[in-house]
């Protein structure tokens, strides 16, 4: 008598959401990192997410540069046909730096996750990542981007209009 054992040895997804940052600094004297910038990823419903992480404020990432990564999600088998949702937002800060627009822009990571069968003939976890942005769900985007302008205040000569001392000044 043959006996056949079916087994599903998947390994896990490892997804990495992502996020860009837009930056104009029309006084050229500001760089990116230097700003203190944020983003913040946060589960919905029963997502999965990072070990000791605040479900409910979320995970908060440094912008140092353009484009930024935040950890990996591990997905296994216990995930497959589920849908999980993340939304990314920019942290606004209290201290708002004066001449700093910030960006309430929210995006929504759907991550799906399947399984496929591999070239060697055994099952794999697959997780298929979508961003839209809130308010147009139709449309999705590459990689959610958040767009932050510097303009400094002018600054105010004393004196006249055409930037000369005033008389009797």
Do not use: W
Not at 26 to 51: R, T
Not at 84 to 101: C, R
Not at 107 to 118: E, M, N, S
Request: proline share 5%; aromatic share 10%; charged share 25%.
């Amino acid at each position: 008598v043959a006996a056949f054992t079916n087994g599903f040895n998947a390994k896990q997804a490892n997804v990495v959401l992502k996020a860009h940052k837009n930056f104009v600094d029309n006084s050229g004297k500001k760089d990116l990192a230097s700003c203190g910038f944020q983003f913040n990823i946060k589960p919905e419903g029963d997502a999965p997410f990072y070990k000791n992480a605040d479900r409910k404020a979320g995970m908060n990432v440094d912008v140092t540069a353009p484009d930024v990564t935040f950890p990996q999600i591990a997905f296994d088998k216990t995930n497959i046909g589920h849908t999980y949702t993340y939304s990314i937002t920019e942290v606004q800060p209290a201290d708002k730096l004066h001449g700093m627009t910030y960006d309430a822009t929210k995006y929504r990571a759907t991550v799906a996750v399947d399984k496929k069968k591999t070239d060697d003939g055994t099952m794999a976890v697959v997780a298929t990542v979508t961003y839209k942005k809130d308010g147009a769900e139709s449309e999705t985007v590459t990689v959610p981007a958040f767009t932050n302008t510097y303009t400094p205040d002018e600054a105010v000569v004393p004196g006249g209009s055409d930037g000369k001392p005033a008389e009797g000044g």
